[in-house]
């Protein structure tokens, strides 16, 4: 049987630069160790006659099926993502940024657990500057499904750039909305309220591009206006509480507002790596764990099992008083009752 095929998503828009574009699709096409079946290629409203040239390039010279999707207006992420899904042919589904670098592993990591029964798989990715040799952060998000559900309520627990998930889960809630600026965190959230299947895979897989002005966009009155419509769904979908919210507008409002200098620290020691000192916690804790008792039902025994598995079930140091047990010692044959004299 054939493994269940899947697509590539990207969406360019106008501020996207064509030297950036091609090496995104290069690495997600061409390098890949497990390349897509189709590439979903969404342009969002007008775009330059260079970077028109390039996505034509791009087209004629891919190695596999791309189906182009030309919106006419300008129509922001989470729209043209919503047009790039209703022109996926397979359910599984794969984002890309139009000025990222994928790693050659990705996909033959990530699609096969979503094959096996994820229903949203995100991963670690590291943040570089002028080329790939200048990485300046690493954003490891929390891999265990609990550790994602608890974060969800304060952060987004996804590298939107890395994401690869099905389809029918995203469309079951309504895909991404129009909600700019947030939309992936948004649709997370409903994903995980829906009981979506959710992992990440702490390896990174993705180089994002961080640039000049990368820290500048997390913040500003627009992004804050986003912030509180988030805040205001959430808690109107009921998926954080009335005490979540206050204090998720006080942080995550807060964090929008302070200067620059302030967030980019901020969020390269205490958010960008929450991910990772989750995880080694969650990993001590199981290293630190007895190992389970191992118990046979009775009827499942050989016979020597049945007399000895009580005995052997604790080590002897461990045993207290009523634990153990006096050797078996043979009861001796029954004997014939006397015959009674006869009279």
């Keep these: 049987m054939q493994p269940e095929p899947f697509a590539l998503l990207m969406t360019v828009y106008g501020g996207d630069r064509e030297e950036h574009l091609r090496d995104a699709f290069r690495s997600a096409v ?21 970077l028109s040239a390039c996505l034509r390039e ?13 919106l006419e207006h300008n129509r922001g992420l989470g729209p043209a993502l919503d047009a790039g899904l209703h022109a996926a042919r397979h359910d599984i589904v794969a984002r890309m940024d139009a000025d990222d670098i994928a790693m050659p592993q990705r996909f033959q ?18 943040e570089f500057g002028a080329d790939l040799a200048d990485i300046v952060g690493r954003r490891i998000p929390p891999s265990d499904p609990a550790d994602i559900a608890r974060y969800s309520r304060l952060h987004d627990p996804f590298n939107h750039p890395t994401v690869v998930y099905r389809r029918s889960a995203v469309i079951a809630v309504g895909g991404y909305g129009d909600l700019p600026l947030m939309e992936d965190y948004w649709l997370f959230a409903r994903m995980i309220a829906n009981g979506a299947r959710v992992v ?9 591009r961080v640039g000049d002005g990368a820290y500048e966009r997390r913040g500003g009155r627009d992004l804050l ?20 919210y206050l204090r998720n507008v006080v942080v995550r409002g807060g964090y929008r507002l302070v200067p620059t200098l302030i967030r980019r620290p901020f969020y390269r020691m205490v958010v960008a ?21 191992t118990y046979i039902p009775r009827h499942g025994r050989a016979p020597e099992q049945t007399r000895l598995s009580e005995q052997t079930l604790l080590p002897e140091e461990t045993r207290g008083p009523e634990q153990t047990r006096a050797p078996v010692v043979p009861l001796p044959a029954p004997t014939e009752p006397p015959v009674p004299p006869a009279r």
């Design 200 to 208: 990440n895979v702490a390896e990174p897989l993705v180089y994002y």
């Design 30 to 50: 061409h390098d890949q160790t497990l390349r897509p079946d189709q590439v979903v290629l969404v342009q969002d409203g007008p775009v330059s006659e260079e």
């Design 273 to 293: 790596p929450y991910g990772a000192r989750r995880n080694r916690s969650r990993e001590r804790a199981v290293a630190a764990a007895p190992p389970p008792l």
């Design 58 to 70: 791009l087209v004629e010279g891919s190695p596999v099926e791309v189906s182009f999707v030309q």
């Design 225 to 244: 206006r986003s912030e509180l419509r988030l805040q205001r769904e959430m808690l109107g979908e009921g998926f954080i509480s009335r005490p979540q």
């Design 109 to 126: 990591i990530q699609v096969p657990l979503v094959r096996a029964g994820a229903d949203l798989v995100g991963a670690g990715l590291l």
